[in-house]
């Protein structure tokens, strides 16, 4: 995508001060602070003004006053979805060391998949002045994130893309991965091939879902409607998916996971099972290569993602302007055994 301008200055700290709303409202400071701190002795039309003027420049409190006598430090912040899940500690990392490479702090969070939550957390980390944000959506409208893009706040989505507003974005190529992955379950024979994916409304289990059916209208085999759930991630709701599909009088040959908490999952259901069933998981696990037989992967490369994300926030931080872009990360099918498998009958 071809560059459009460039600004001569670095947008690092160039964003409304309460001088700026003082002056767009043609107040003092002491009457701006007090407004922002809720103090008293604001008549109501002078607070009108005030707050109108912060509405209108996309002024946030600094929170957390990392104003030093030598300029600001610098700072960015990072939207995960889960902490605790092993894809977002490579993807964490990558962003922390291309933020260091660049003298900044990386300050993180979870959503736990809560849209209120990303919200929640994405503003206040604009309250403490962050200068930029990686963030993993979590809803699917990020215009809350409007004015403080505007007021220079740098952002760019990963994983997932943001919801009704333009803006930066790395995914992986997860339409393309699982209909890889599902193509390589049909070439060994398999023809009753069911899903077990995340929530519907997550852009990357509907992605996946649309690679899956893809793959099966390319063979020219009808999907039932007992071959695919979509859900929560919890054991037990994916046990009950997994027992159903495995069960009655034809039973699906082989499985394609969504994610690797549904792959945990669904080793532990057909460990159980008397008949070998073929597995291929989007998203590597640990120890896969190391059961028997070892797990076929659809794998994303995490680290990758992270990082193009955070070179990208900080070229908009040195001050390069770009036509926000969607960048797609290829994956890559791993085949241990298990993905081999042919159909028991």
Not at 101 to 130: F, M, T
Not at 206 to 212: I, M, T
Request: glycine share 8%; hydrophobic share 40%; proline share 6%.
């Amino acid at each position: 995508m071809p560059e459009t301008q460039r600004r001569p200055e670095s947008r690092y700290g160039n964003r409304p001060t309460m001088k700026d709303v003082a002056a767009r409202a043609g107040v003092g400071l002491k009457t701006v602070s007090r407004v922002v701190n809720g103090e008293p002795g604001v008549t109501p039309e002078t607070e009108r003004r005030v707050q109108e003027s912060i509405d209108a420049l996309g002024f946030r409190r600094n929170d957390s006053a990392r104003v030093l006598r030598k300029g600001r430090t610098a700072s960015i912040g990072l939207v995960l979805e889960d902490l605790a899940d092993p894809f977002y500690g490579p993807l964490s990392r990558a962003v922390e060391e291309v933020a260091r490479a660049h003298g900044a702090l990386l300050i993180n969070g979870s959503s736990a998949e809560d849209p209120d939550r990303e919200q929640e957390l994405a503003l206040a980390l604009c309250a403490r002045r962050v200068d930029g944000l990686v963030v993993i959506p979590a809803g699917d409208d990020h215009r809350y994130l409007e004015p403080e893009i505007k007021a220079g706040v740098a952002t760019v989505f990963v994983d997932r893309p943001a919801g009704r507003i333009d803006a930066d974005c790395v995914l992986s190529d997860n339409f393309g991965g699982a209909r890889a992955g599902v193509a390589h379950l049909l070439a060994q024979g398999h023809r009753r091939i069911g899903f077990i994916g995340d929530m519907p409304r997550i852009h990357t289990a509907a992605e996946r879902l649309r690679g899956y059916r893809a793959a099966m209208e390319d063979a020219g085999i009808p999907v039932a409607d007992a071959w695919m759930s979509l859900g929560a991630t919890d054991p037990l709701r994916v046990r009950r998916a997994a027992e159903e599909m495995l069960s009655g009088d034809a039973p699906v040959t082989a499985v394609f996971s969504g994610n690797n908490r549904v792959t945990v999952t669904v080793i532990r259901v057909l460990a159980e099972q008397t008949r070998r069933t073929a597995l291929v998981a989007f998203d590597d696990l640990e120890l896969a290569d190391l059961l028997q037989p070892g797990v076929t992967v659809v794998a994303q490369d995490a680290a990758a993602l992270g990082r193009t994300a955070a070179e990208r926030l900080f070229r908009q931080l040195d001050g390069t302007l770009l036509v926000p872009e969607r960048i797609e990360l290829p994956t890559r099918l791993i085949a241990r055994g298990s993905g081999e498998l042919p159909p028991a009958d």
